[in-house]
C-alpha cells in the first residue's frame, strides 16, 4: 500500500488534501491510491444539500456539522459553491464561523469548483467522496449550488438529499423546478424566523398530498440556522430516512446507483482524455493511416483496432 493510502486511511488531513489536490489535478500517481483505499470505503453517511441560492445551505450544514459533532461523529464538508463561506466566499462573519468549525481535527472541509466537463458535477467529486469515506468521516455533507444539472447529479452521490427553501418565495411551491422535487429525500424550510414559514409548509404539504403514490412521505423539517432551531429534528428526520433506506434495501439500490454513475464518468473521462489529447490520438491514428492508404486495411476496422487498444 502507498504511504499516502495509508495515511489517509488513518484520518491524517494532511494526506487527505493532498490526494484530493492530486485527482483534482488529474494526476496519473493518484490512481493507485485511489484504488487501495476503495475497499476502506463504504462506512459514510452522505447527504447532500442543495437548494435555492441563498437559502441558507451553508449556515445549515455549520450548523449539522456542529451537531453530529457532538454526537462524536467525524464530519467531511464539500462546498461546490465558489459563493460559499466554505470556499472564502460570502460575508465576513459566516465566513469567520466557517474556520472556526476547520479548526475541529474532526471536522475536513473542502470546497472545489464546478469545472465539470459536460456541466453537472466536477467528475472529482466522486474521488473526493470516496477519500473521505476511507478517512473515516462518519457523516459526508455535500452542499451543490442548485442550478442545472448539478441537483439531479447529487442524487446519484447521496444517500440522503436535502432540498432547502425558504418562506416568502410567493408561490415557491409553484416555482421550484419539477426536478427539485423529484429529488427531495427531505424537504428543509429555512429560515423560519421569518415570517410565511407555515404557508410554504402547507403549500409544500398540499402539494405533497398530489402525489400520494409513494410509500414513504416526504418529510419537512422548518429550521432556522441563523438561531439554531429545527437542527435537531432534522439529525432525526436523516437518520430515519437513513434507517428507511437500510429497511427498504433502498440503501444498497442506492449505493450501486453511485457506483454505477462514478464507473460511468471514469470511462467517459479516460476517452475524453484520450480524444482531446491531439497528440496522442494523431499518433496512434497515423500507424494505421499507411495500411489503409495500401488498402491491407479499412477505416472502419482500424477504428476497432484503436477503440479496442484504449478501451482495454
Ligand atoms: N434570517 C435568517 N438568515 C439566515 C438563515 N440561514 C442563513 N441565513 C443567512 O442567509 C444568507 C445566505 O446563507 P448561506 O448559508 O450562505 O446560503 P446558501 O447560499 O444557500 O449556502 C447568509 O447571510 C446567512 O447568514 C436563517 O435561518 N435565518
Ligand atoms: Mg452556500
Not at 435555492?52 to 445549515?60: I, P, R
Not at 470556499?87 to 469548483?113: K, N, Q
Amino acid at each position: 500500500m502507498t504511504d499516502l493510502a495509508e495515511k489517509i486511511i488513518a484520518g491524517d488531513h494532511r494526506s487527505i488534501a493532498r490526494l484530493i489536490t492530486q485527482v483534482e489535478n488529474n494526476a496519473p500517481d493518484a490512481v493507485e491510491t485511489m484504488k487501495q483505499i476503495h475497499p476502506h470505503t463504504g462506512q459514510a453517511s452522505i447527504i447532500g444539500v442543495t437548494g435555492v441560492m441563498g437559502g441558507g445551505k451553508s449556515s445549515l450544514i455549520f450548523e449539522l456539522a456542529l451537531a453530529y459533532r457532538t454526537e462524536g461523529k467525524k464530519v467531511g464538508i464539500i462546498a461546490i459553491d465558489p459563493t460559499s463561506p466554505f470556499s472564502g466566499g460570502a460575508l465576513l462573519g459566516d465566513r469567520i464561523r466557517m474556520t472556526e468549525l476547520s479548526m475541529d481535527e474532526g471536522v475536513f472541509i473542502r470546497s472545489m469548483g464546478t469545472r465539470g466537463m459536460m456541466g453537472g458535477l466536477t467528475s472529482s467529486l466522486y474521488d473526493v467522496v470516496e477519500i473521505l469515506d476511507a478517512a473515516g468521516m462518519n457523516v459526508i455533507l455535500i452542499e451543490t449550488v442548485g442550478v442545472g444539472q448539478d441537483e439531479v447529479d447529487i442524487v446519484k452521490i447521496a444517500d440522503t438529499t436535502l432540498v432547502v427553501l425558504v418562506p416568502g418565495l410567493g408561490d415557491s411551491v409553484q416555482t421550484i423546478k419539477a426536478g427539485l422535487m423529484e429529488i427531495a429525500d427531505i424537504f428543509v424550510v429555512n429560515k423560519a424566523d421569518k415570517t410565511g414559514v407555515e404557508q410554504t409548509v402547507a403549500e409544500l404539504e398540499s402539494m405533497l398530498d398530489l402525489v400520494n403514490n409513494q410509500e414513504r412521505r416526504i418529510p419537512i423539517v422548518a429550521t432556522s440556522a441563523k438561531e439554531k432551531k429545527g437542527i435537531q429534528q432534522l439529525v432525526v428526520q436523516i437518520a430515519e430516512h437513513q434507517a428507511y433506506l437500510k429497511k427498504s434495501q433502498t440503501f444498497e439500490k442506492r449505493r450501486r446507483q453511485r457506483y454505477e454513475a462514478e464507473l460511468i464518468e471514469i470511462i467517459r473521462k479516460r476517452l475524453m482524455d484520450f480524444i482531446f489529447d491531439e497528440k496522442k490520438l494523431k499518433t496512434t491514428v497515423d500507424c494505421c493511416i499507411d495500411q489503409i492508404s495500401k488498402k491491407e486495411l479499412d477505416p472502419y476496422s482500424a477504428a476497432d483496432q484503436i477503440l479496442g487498444k484504449i478501451l482495454k
